[in-house]
């Protein structure tokens, strides 16, 4: 659908609109308190005159470990689980981010409404050079790097700066018309049921429990947060409870592992805008497995230019491991041979691989599968799963449906099928959007589960369909 605000002709006097030039992000503007005060403090007085500073980073004061919540550290995962919040921008940074982020152009080119009273920003990196170069900055780079402990890389150009809005307006021009540079202050006059709300038991927490897409971001804020009730993480821990992590104020972010630990987002009320604004990253370590699907993002993004981004970034990542490799074994010229080592690193990269393209599901049917089932069906295949398996034609008509085999008789899920099968019968873990489990159900595995596990929502709502399941989840 084309953006409505493309249509916009003139100027209409909101700072939304302010056409006038960003400034630059200038690498030399970076402020660091504590230990780094004194090495760059000719520097500080330079910016300081120069009116241009938009650093201020602070390490966190605690990096919470996996350890720390009682998790089992995966594979694929680093110890470190998440970071408390850390100031990062200046508050002429977040002037300047805003500035940058509601220029003309990127609400024009970026905007969109997925979710009823969220405007998304995606892609104004592509429209704006600071918003460029303060996320791909090497300073900035190595400060989330340092801050979650691990060598980071922003995974593609299109998951840099993701932006979250929340503001006034039911339509997206409405909310656009709404957002200043300036914070807003203004609070919301906050009822006894916000008071009392609860995350972890009220079911509309902004975001329930879930994994990320990627196996890290960093979550900064761009609105003032006093006043604000919520606004929180929930990571659940090993025995099962869940560990609060304050959200960031403004200009601080948060760095976590969200790829590798089940986390909530508690909504924010009380505030009359909240922006939040996230980028998502991969470990640059060899040998550390890449836990990313494309799930979350597919039904938003132009499927035409994150399928190339999304093919680069996975490629360049098996190159790094190919290379890693080879320059181990070139450099060790006559080291006996580690034959299940080299193995094991071939199966990794042949399920990576696998992944790769199982995730690029074809534009046109995914088309035609949101406009059968819709959106919300789409976000909500979890909880559609749970239902229909109260229902009591489930095992009959899942069990028929897998053994006739006569829906996409002849695509790869079914491969993939029997060898998650096979996986559950060796008593092996699944890997899958959810974490890496393993099968713990005492009921059969059907395909709705091994597409789930795959994060393939629109193939799953399909194959529901086939089943008859679909229809009788509607009617119930
Ligand atoms: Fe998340």
Known sequence: MKNPLTLLGRWTGNPAQDSGKEELFNPKVCVFRFQRSLKFNDNFHAQVVTGQVHLNYVPPERRITMQDLLLEQSATASSVAGTTPFPLLSPKGVRAYR?????????????????????????AVKHSRFIKDFWTHP?????????????????????????????????????CSNLKVEPSVEKLDLGPEDRAYDPLTDKSSIIPWHYDSYPYVCVLMLSET???????????????????????QIGHAVMLQGGEVEHLAARAKGVKERISTITSYRSKMPNVYDSSYITNVRPYADLNSLYPEWTQYRLR????????????????????????????????????????????????????????????????????WETVQS????????????????????SAY??????????????????????????TKTRKYYMGDELLRQGLNEVFLDWLGSSGLWELYCKR
Not at 99 to 123: H, W
Not at 226 to 248: F, H, L, N, S, W
Not at 394 to 408: C, I, K, N, V, Y
Request: hydrophobic letters at 35%.
């Open 99 to 123: 500035k940058a982020l509601f220029q003309r152009e990127v609400i024009n080119k970026c905007a969109s409404s997925p979710f009823p009273g969220t405007l998304v920003l995606r892609d």
């Open 139 to 175: 300073e900035t780079m190595r400060i989330v790097s340092e801050a979650s402990g691990v060598p980071l890389e922003v995974v593609m150009p299109t998951e840099i700066g993701h932006t979250n809005i929340q503001v006034e307006g039911t339509t997206i021009l409405e909310m």
């Open 391 to 410: 229902l009591p034609e489930f095992e009959s008509l899942a069990s028929s449906t897998d053994q006739e085999r006569g829906w996409m008789p002849e």
């Open 317 to 384: 990542k098996l190159r790094d491991e190919i290379t890693y490799y080879l320059n181990k074994a070139e450099k060790e010229p006559g080291s006996p041979f580690q034959r299940e080592e080299l193995q094991s690193l071939i199966n990794l990269q042949i399920d990576y691989l696998q992944r790769t393209s199982r995730q690029m599901i074809s534009p046109e049917y995914q088309e035609q599968i949101l406009k059968k089932y819709g959106r919300a069906a789409y976000y909500d295949v979890f909880r559609i």
């Open 226 to 248: 006093e006043g604000m009730v919520g606004g929180e993480t929930y990571i659940k821990r090993g025995d099962g409870k869940a560990q609060k992590v304050e959200g960031p």
């Open 414 to 439: 079914w491969m993939d099928f029997q060898k998650s099968i096979e996986t559950i019968r060796v008593n092996k873990p699944l890997q899958s959007t959810f974490g890496i489990h393993p099968w």
